[in-house]
């Protein structure tokens, strides 16, 4: 089955058309036939296309919205083959949406009604679902993958936070996490690499890119995560101050003159990396600002960034009375053997050794990095939510079929 994924930004569309089936989910070797994103639309946006075995598309064009973009999309992979279904990556699925769905009407306005919860992000999805079904017909299914999903499992002592109860009830303030696509494909690749079966999965997953989160998985479900009521909470991110004591927001009202909408935007654009270094979001510039010029703002970016990764690595074992492994993912944590280092620095006290050598040679795929005596063990996995998403797509849609 060839699935069309989209995965519809505000003013982007990035795509995959992944061909899945059962058969091929179970040898892992499901393939890419083509991939591209269409960004900053306007006048001139920036189109990027490639599939295998045909020269790379790299080009400015005139993209005025989603539609227009999903348009070319469809236009240029129509070569291809056919679309036989398509998988959305839908950013909140609140409390109603536990696992990904077949979208009908209902569907549509549940995740309407999540918009509430993710202004910025829900309605953009929907435009791209329904200009996606405008443009192939209601004959090709159309599935919604949710970020949120995967940490439905959450207990309530992970999930509310310790305000009046009533705040749950009436308004829907929890813990949601975030990247949960990710952290589920990690976890069921450690769990095949291992070859374990799906309840004896215990470890921490440390999404590291631009947003970055961490997660306790326990007896293969996730148990705790560190982004919570919006991805805004949690580790230090490129953009995105993480934890800070709530009351600042109060203290900015009052001695800075700033308005709330303009501390929600220092908080989620002007802080982390950037804040702190003043100079980038960027981790690879952050790391050549301070290894080549000795950058202290630089540095105290990436040594504040390592330090909360640990803080939350040390309360997730604890939470979880123990993990068996730390896994390493996104742009930062896949690509970044210096980082893992800072950040793995000192947890031999929690049976966590690096091997310099192997953390510094790893293979594209991955692979083990801790000394074969570690008792913890860490390891990097790229992350795929791109795939995820169409082999979830495949199945629900051949489960809705089946009924
Ligand atoms: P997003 O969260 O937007 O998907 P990515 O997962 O692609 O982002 O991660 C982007 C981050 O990964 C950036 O901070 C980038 O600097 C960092 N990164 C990518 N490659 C490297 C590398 N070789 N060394 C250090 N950081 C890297």
Known sequence: MNILVLNCGSSSVRFQLIATDAALIERDSDLCLAR??????????????????????????????????????????????????VGHRVVHGGERFQQSVRIDEEVLAGIEACAELAPLHNPVNLRGIRAATELLGTDVPQVAVFDTAFHATMPDTSYLYALPLELYQKHHIRRYGFHGTSHRYVAERYQKLKGLSPDAVNIITLHLGNGCSACAIKNGKSFDTSMGFTPLEGLVMGTRCGDIDPSIIEHL?????????????????????????????????????????????????????????????????????????????????????VIRARICKGLECLGLTLDSVRNFELPPNGGEISTPGSSLKCLVIPTNEELMIARDTFLVVENSRAR
Not at 59 to 84: N, Q
């Open 36 to 85: 591209g994103h269409l960004e900053r639309f306007g006048p001139e946006s920036l189109v990027s296309f490639r599939a295998e075995g045909q020269p790379a598309i790299e080009r400015t064009e005139a993209v005025a919205d989603h539609r227009a973009a999903i348009e070319i999309i469809l236009r240029w992979i129509k070569s291809l083959g056919d679309i036989h279904a």
């Open 253 to 337: 009202v009052a001695h800075a003159d700033m308005r709330p909408a303009e501390i929600d935007a220092l908080l989620n654009f002007d802080s982390g990396l950037l804040g702190v270094s003043g100079l980038s979001n960027d981790m690879r510039t952050l790391l050549d600002a301070d290894i080549e010029q000795h950058n202290p703002r630089a540095r105290l970016a990436i040594d504040i960034f390592c330090q909360r990764v640990k803080k939350y690595l040390g309360g997730y074992i604890a939470e979880m009375g123990g993990a068996d492994a730390v896994i390493f993912t996104g742009g930062i944590g896949e690509n970044s053997p």
